[in-house]
């Protein structure tokens, strides 16, 4: 192979490979949901929803913490987005192609390195922005008092919560796949490279092992046996 076909066939490798985990981690999202941390968090904030909201009062200082602590997440991941994105519409005047690496075809235009870097930084702006909103949402609506029977006002605070949280969660994967974009400025071997290692560990990091599902079935039994008793 030549040095100048290594982009064309390195780079779509490797975006294929992150592509092909993804539709992975959504299929065993939707199917098997205790099977990977998002899920599992999701069934958790909706256990934590059920029972702030069953005596507000109480609870209700504790809910807006816990919210205003993921809405400065938000918030910090945002501006740090928005910030990286800036800095590199100031240096896209620049045109020096960096050939540390074997294979960094200097012949490719630049531009579509910052280009796809500055879009990935974009994406994880707006994701955290969306986040921020749903939190600020929920930050209202779980204050307010459930009423007995009203399971469906404590599934609409439930399902704006996880929404929050499934966008912060796009944010957060979008500021992972610009790692491999970074890396692509110096060479499409660094960047097919760390797409491989990149998809290894998020495997890890978004699977569930039978221990930490077990604990949480357990968890939610208990606590429905105790909602039962009360009742």
């Not at 974009?122 to 909103?133: G, H, K, T, Y």
């Not at 009203?150 to 929404?163: G, H, S, W």
């Not at 978004?206 to 604990?215: F, G, S």
Request: net charge positive; charged share 15%; glycine share 4%.
């Amino acid at each position: 192979m030549e040095v100048e076909d290594l982009d064309y066939v390195l780079v779509p490798t490797g975006l294929f490979v992150l592509g092909i985990y993804h539709i992975w981690l959504l299929y065993t999202i939707i199917r098997f949901p205790s099977r990977t941390v998002i899920g599992l968090n999701e069934i958790s904030r909706y256990q934590w929803v059920l029972s702030i909201m069953t005596d507000p009062l109480k609870n209700g200082v504790l809910a807006v913490q816990t919210i205003r602590n993921n809405i400065m997440a938000s918030t910090l991941l945002a501006t740090t987005a928005i910030t990286i994105s800036s800095l590199i519409g100031v240096f896209a005047n620049s045109d020096s192609d960096t050939k540390l690496v074997f294979g960094n075809k200097t012949s490719l235009n630049s531009s579509v390195k910052r280009l796809s870097i500055s879009l990935c930084f974009l994406v994880a702006f707006l994701c955290n922005v969306q986040s921020i909103r749903y939190y600020a949402h929920v930050s209202f609506l779980i204050t307010c008092p459930a009423l007995k029977g009203k399971m469906d006002f404590i599934e609409y605070v439930a399902k704006t919560l996880n929404r929050g949280s499934h966008s912060w969660s796009l944010g957060l994967r979008a500021f992972y796949v610009s790692i491999p974009l970074v890396l692509w400025i110096y060479g499409p071997i660094p960047m097919f490279t760390c797409c491989c290692i990149t998809s290894f560990i998020l495997y890890f990091l978004d699977t569930t092992t039978q221990i930490t599902r077990d604990l949480h079935t357990k968890s939610f039994k208990q606590r429905e046996t105790e909602d039962t008793d009360a009742a």
